[in-house]
């Protein structure tokens, strides 16, 4: 019984050294598409009241882990069953973050030749998140791909374990750095308050820097869109994949997710003036 028991706790232990190892692979294939997921859940997140910045952080936070919940079988069920039918989900979902970031283009360039914001919708903060939740649902889809196609050759019983790893990490690491972030100046106020000549000098310029970090973030937030959609387009449409194989990757990425983007963005509007 007791070699039983110790043969047991082998097992588990060379299980878990399968899974530790296969988690590195997956984490390396899935690096880009993780910081792109913090770029632009980053910018989703933010343009809040700072009273609401954490509850509605909290909100997103919850709805992104029910989006892995429910992704996870998903994609072992399909990736099991119809793995075609994967890169047809892949291409909706690069449709729509090539859209979004388009449109965020759009926007950009119609409020620069604008004198006056007065006109700027604001939009609620419930329709705000989710607007936000469904950018995060493309963005799990593309993580758990990634992460199951990295350890497609193992078993089941490592296969399980790393990507509901890396489905974890990609939320509450993402969206804890993202708290981080937003919550920046509430550090410095409190390190401006500490005696220390250094922490207060440190703490001014965390709070003067934070609304560039905002700026900041809003743009590598649509830039990471781009990438994302521009990628997911590139390697499962091969036409497109051998006009722009000879451009540097992220300069293709982002050539064609504007051209596929600004169609999209271009066929909303036509169909809005047209009502």
Not at 27 to 41: K, R, S
Not at 83 to 102: I, K, N, Q, T, W
Not at 222 to 243: Q, R, S
């Amino acid at each position: 019984m007791a070699t039983g028991f110790f043969a047991l706790l082998d097992d588990i232990a060379m299980l878990m050294d399968d899974v530790a190892v296969a988690s590195k692979t997956a984490m390396a294939e899935t690096a880009g598409i993780l910081g792109d997921d913090l770029a632009v859940n980053a910018e989703q997140a933010v343009g809040f009241e700072s009273s609401r910045e954490l509850p509605v952080l909290w909100a997103i936070g919850k709805g992104s882990l029910l989006n892995k919940a429910i992704i996870v079988p998903l994609a072992f069920l399909f990736h099991s069953l119809m793995a075609s039918a994967l890169d047809v989900v892949l291409l909706c979902g690069a449709g729509f973050l090539a859209y979004e970031g388009a449109e965020k283009v759009w926007h950009k360039i119609q409020a620069a030749g604008a004198t006056s914001h007065a006109d700027k919708p604001i939009l609620p903060e419930a329709q705000k998140i989710r607007a936000a939740l469904l950018v995060d649902v493309v963005l799990s889809i593309e993580i758990v791909l990634l992460a199951l196609a990295s350890v497609a050759d193992e078993p089941l019983s490592v296969q399980v374990p790393v990507v509901v790893l890396l489905a974890l990490l990609a939320t509450v690491g993402v969206y804890g750095l993202v708290a981080v972030i937003v919550r920046m100046d509430d550090f410095g106020l409190a390190l401006m308050k500490r005696p220390q000549r250094v922490l207060r000098a440190l703490g001014r310029q965390m709070v003067a820097a934070l609304p560039w970090v905002i700026k900041a973030i809003g743009l590598l937030g649509t830039v990471a869109l781009l990438l994302v959609a521009g990628d997911m387009i590139i390697h499962h449409v091969h036409m497109v994949h051998h006009l722009v194989e000879a451009w540097p990757g992220p300069l293709a990425a982002t050539a064609v997710a504007l051209v596929v983007g600004g169609v999209e963005v271009a066929l909303v509007e036509l169909v809005r003036r047209l009502r």
